[in-house]
């Protein structure tokens, strides 16, 4: 039995001195966005009545659909607040963190035939799924600890050591439980591609069962590892148990993987793979036939996404309705600024449609970035020799993606409309939805732009896209609970999208940004016809 | 007429002078070897030639165009053999054929069925299931299966098994039956030896041998076994004679090829009784470049 596992430490350093960048890269990346946001929340509120103002306008059911439920009403504290606004989204992150930890160095690596040669050597036949899974545990203890004490160091009144640290825990189980879930989807599949796909969609259909159940159905949330980090209610009761069931499905998880790691042969999946077609659809004669063709799993993922994410938060728009008319604090709120509930909603509808808008931009983003993917395959210049101009194979990139970004907002902003008037009375018509979906184009663009000029001209720092979204994520999503400076915000291309219902149309902004992003992808083409494509 | 050039050519890669002013002249119809150790610049060179990477300085022509700025063009006569072939893992084997044979326009089914056959791909499997041999041989089908009038091959038969080693050379050899040019890259001497009408030999980003066989045998060694009635004893002091070694079945020793026939003259004056000549192999002639 000590035979299968013989190795295993000697694998934990060689995977740690592999990864000591990039691991360190997202555990201190995390760990340092979740402490820092604590300033920012806490110095907002001088009284507590400002922040039970607060605590009944984030009871608000398009808020608990994005976030998660909120406790502690009767005496609201910055600590209930923060946990509320911060842990199911750093819970995902370090989902997504242990996601792709575990693809790398067990399917990835497989697939590439580096497992093979690990193989090959004195080690056991679990050794490297026991060190992979060995170096996850140490990563989210550590991401636990530097994130308890980090918050616990800010001495805000309500947010002591012991909940800084269950805060932390929290999501370190959370990604545990999505490490060992991986580990099994990656024994079940024998590509990594769908491997990744399926824990994704798994951490996906995590956050969406819990925003159905936070809004309706609590048992939901309690089947789901990113509804049962908010159980354990930080900072309010400071509740162990879901800390102990995250744990537990991890175990049982993990014991899944290796049964399965035992029981299948290197380089094959428990689910063998089908054999394919002897000759090529017709649509496989040109570079786009390819594109299209290598993206259709993902394409339609994300069409899933939005659609699901449109759906969910149409939702909830009958909820909000329904929220503002049983409160009579929040009319009269309403009535004293001048404004109406009618005004509420649409500031929610905006703001769904802002978050909504960058979630379409990751897979133009990543359509963008498939160009470069291939070419350090070592697949363009196969292609390239057979006669196909560079300018026309970047352009079905640029092309493919720049279509996505219409389709997808188009689908996304349907869905939504389409749940919003069926559950709800008041809904504006399609026209002034679309509209509003409409206007974030422009942004994606901007990002579409810089993938391309990246592309183009250092297209080993294509990496900074993602930052780069990711930022404008955060700055929309910060952005709206803390007051940041106006230029932060503005660093983003999604701050200058006049927001509709809630704002007025303005087109200035919407023609800078295309006029931008035109240069930008301008600068892509030319400069990815200038420089030598990497091979192999 | 030339089909392919470069001139001077030179590729920097930052401060690394991969390619230090490299000459080369392919004619039309003949099969041109390019051989040289790993890391001599060979694949570099001939991805400046595809267009993939672009010349420093010098030039580099394909069909008397430029092959940077011409590339497509150039393209659409070329069919290029990676040395390594990476293939999307999604498709499979067939799939990918007929995506590059589509893309190169000018090709035939019955050609891909023919060829699929010889080399014996199953070509239902996607390809991450693939050994590098059968890689390989997919890169060779749509390759072969097109019509180019300049076939650039890098290292196509690393991976292959001697069947279809043999398959590859009828491939190379029905092709340039029917007047195309090929450039073959590799470190299979026999290979080169037996397909090859002329050779470069490239070392550290530089030419430094060029000619056919016979051209090249002429400036190295022939080495001879000799038994003679009487005993050789000034062998040593003649000219363009090495590494004497001598043994109960004869004498054995190598001898510059330019200076055979005054040898063989010297022989015949102590009686020759058994002679046996053997013209350098490739190898031999390789290997005399890098000892």
């Given at each position: 039995m000590r035979g299968l596992y013989s190795g295993t430490l000697s694998l934990v350093r060689f995977i740690l001195r592999r990864d000591r960048v990039r691991l360190s890269a997202w555990v201190l990346g995390i760990a340092s966005f979740t402490v820092l946001c604590v300033p920012l929340l806490a110095d907002m509120f001088g009284t507590q009545e400002e922040l039970q103002g607060m605590a009944v306008l984030m009871q608000n059911p398009a808020l608990t659909a994005m976030v998660g439920p909120v406790y502690g009403l009767?005496?609201?504290?910055?600590?209930?607040?923060?946990?509320?606004?911060?842990?199911?989204?750093?819970?995902?992150?370090?989902?997504?963190?242990?996601?792709?930890?575990?693809?790398?160095?067990?399917?990835?690596?497989?697939?590439?035939g580096r497992l093979e040669m690990i193989k090959s050597l004195p080690v056991g036949c679990l050794s490297n799924l026991a060190a992979t899974m060995f170096v996850a545990?140490?990563?989210?203890?550590?991401?636990?600890?530097?994130?308890?004490?980090?918050?616990?160091?800010?001495?805000?009144?309500?947010?002591?050591?012991?909940?800084?640290?269950?805060?932390?825990?929290?999501?370190?189980?959370?990604?545990?439980?999505?490490?060992?879930?991986?580990?099994?989807?990656?024994?079940?599949?024998?590509?990594?591609?769908?491997?990744?796909?399926l824990s994704l969609a798994f951490l996906l259909g995590a956050y969406v069962l819990r925003a159905v159940g936070d809004v309706r159905a609590e048992t939901l949330s309690l089947i789901s590892p990113l509804g049962l980090v908010s159980r354990a209610q930080v900072y309010v009761e400071n509740y162990l148990w879901p800390v102990w069931i995250l744990l537990g499905a991890f175990a049982v998880f993990a014991v899944l993987a290796f049964i399965l790691a035992r029981a299948?042969?290197?380089?094959?999946?428990?689910?063998?793979?089908?054999?394919?077609?002897?000759?090529?659809?017709?649509?496989?004669?040109?570079?786009?036939?390819?594109?299209?063709?290598?993206?259709?799993?993902?394409?339609?993922?994300?069409?899933?996404?939005?659609?699901?994410?449109?759906?969910?938060?149409?939702?909830?728009?009958?909820?909000?309705?329904?929220?503002?008319?049983?409160?009579?604090?929040?009319?009269?709120?309403?009535?004293?600024?001048?404004?109406?509930?009618?005004s509420f909603t649409d500031q929610f509808v905006s703001l769904l449609m802002m978050i909504m808008a960058v979630v379409a931009a990751i897979p133009v983003v990543s359509l963008m970035l498939r160009i470069w993917g291939e070419e350090k395959q070592g697949y363009t210049e196969q292609i390239y020799s057979t006669g196909i101009s560079?300018?026309?194979?970047?352009?079905?990139?640029?092309?493919?993606?720049?279509?996505?970004?219409?389709?997808?907002?188009?689908?996304?902003?349907?869905?939504?409309?389409?749940?919003?008037?069926?559950?709800?009375?008041?809904?504006?018509?399609?026209?002034?939805?679309l509209q509003a979906a409409m206007n974030y184009l422009p942004a994606m663009w901007a990002l579409l732009g810089l993938t391309a000029a990246l592309v183009g001209i250092a297209p080993s720092k294509t990496a900074i896209s993602y930052g780069y979204l990711g930022f404008s994520f955060f700055a929309v999503y910060v952005g709206t609970l803390a007051d940041l400076p106006d230029w932060v915000l503005g660093l983003s291309p999604f701050y200058h999208i006049p927001r509709l219902p809630e704002e007025e149309q303005a087109w200035a902004p919407l023609a800078v940004l295309t006029g931008l992003s035109a240069l930008l992808m301008a600068l892509g083409f030319i400069s990815y016809r200038r420089r030598d494509l990497r091979s192999g | 007429m030339i089909i392919a050039s470069t001139d001077n050519l030179i590729k920097r890669f930052g401060k690394f002078e991969a390619l230090k002013g490299i000459n080369l002249a392919l004619h039309e119809g003949e099969v041109f070897g390019f051989i040289g150790p790993n890391g001599a610049g060979k694949s570099t060179a001939i991805r400046v030639l595809l267009g993939i990477l672009q010349a420093s300085e010098g030039t580099a022509q394909i069909f008397g165009k430029d092959a940077w700025k011409d590339a497509v063009e150039i393209h659409k006569r070329v069919a290029y053999v990676p040395g390594d072939v990476s293939l999307w893992p999604n498709l499979t084997g067939g799939e990918i054929i007929d995506l590059f044979t589509r893309l190169r326009k000018k090709s035939g089914q019955t050609r891909r069925a023919q060829l699929i056959k010889q080399f014996d791909l199953d070509t239902s499997k996607k390809c991450r299931t693939y050994s590098k041999g059968n890689r390989q041989k997919v890169a060779l089908v749509s390759a072969f299966a097109s019509e180019a009038d300049l076939y650039i091959l890098d290292e196509p038969t690393s991976g292959l098994d001697p069947l279809m080693e043999q398959v590859f050379r009828q491939c190379v050899q029905e092709v340039k039956a029917q007047g195309k040019t090929v450039l073959l890259s590799s470190h299979i001497l026999q290979e080169v030896e037996q397909l090859c009408d002329r050779v470069s030999i490239i070392r550290q980003g530089e030419i430094i041998e060029t000619g056919t066989l016979q051209e090249l045998r002429h400036l190295t060694r022939t080495s001879i076994t000799v038994q003679t009635e009487r005993p050789l004893e000034e062998l040593g002091t003649q000219a363009g004679v090495h590494d004497i070694l001598t043994e109960a079945e004869g004498t054995m020793f190598s001898v510059?090829?330019?200076?055979?026939?005054?040898?063989?003259?010297y022989l015949g004056q102590h009686g020759i009784v058994a002679l046996e000549c053997t013209p350098p192999t490739l190898e031999q002639l390789f290997m005399r470049h890098y000892e």
């Open positions: 009767d005496n609201f504290t910055v600590g209930a607040m923060y946990t509320n606004s911060m842990l199911v989204l750093m819970a995902m992150l370090t989902g997504v963190m242990n996601i792709f930890f575990v693809t790398r160095h067990t399917r990835h690596d497989e697939e590439l545990v140490k990563s989210n203890i550590l991401l636990a600890l530097l994130i308890g004490f980090g918050i616990a160091a800010f001495g805000v009144e309500s947010m002591g050591l012991s909940g800084s640290l269950l805060f932390g825990t929290a999501m370190g189980a959370a990604g545990l439980v999505f490490a060992a879930a991986t580990a099994v989807f990656c024994q079940l599949c024998s590509n990594n591609r769908t491997a990744s796909g299948r042969d290197l380089g094959q999946g428990v689910i063998p793979a089908r054999p394919g077609a002897h000759h090529g659809g017709r649509t496989l004669s040109s570079p786009l036939g390819l594109a299209l063709r290598l993206c259709r799993s993902t394409l339609l993922a994300w069409v899933a996404v939005v659609v699901i994410f449109g759906v969910m938060y149409g939702s909830v728009i009958n909820e909000v309705d329904t929220f503002i008319e049983g409160s009579e604090m929040l009319q009269a709120m309403f009535t004293a600024g001048g404004g109406d509930s009618q560079r300018i026309r194979l970047f352009g079905v990139y640029l092309g493919t993606a720049f279509a996505a970004s219409v389709v997808l907002q188009f689908l996304s902003i349907l869905s939504f409309w389409a749940t919003a008037s069926i559950t709800s009375d008041t809904t504006p018509s399609f026209g002034v939805y | 510059d090829t330019k200076l055979l026939g005054q040898t063989i003259e």
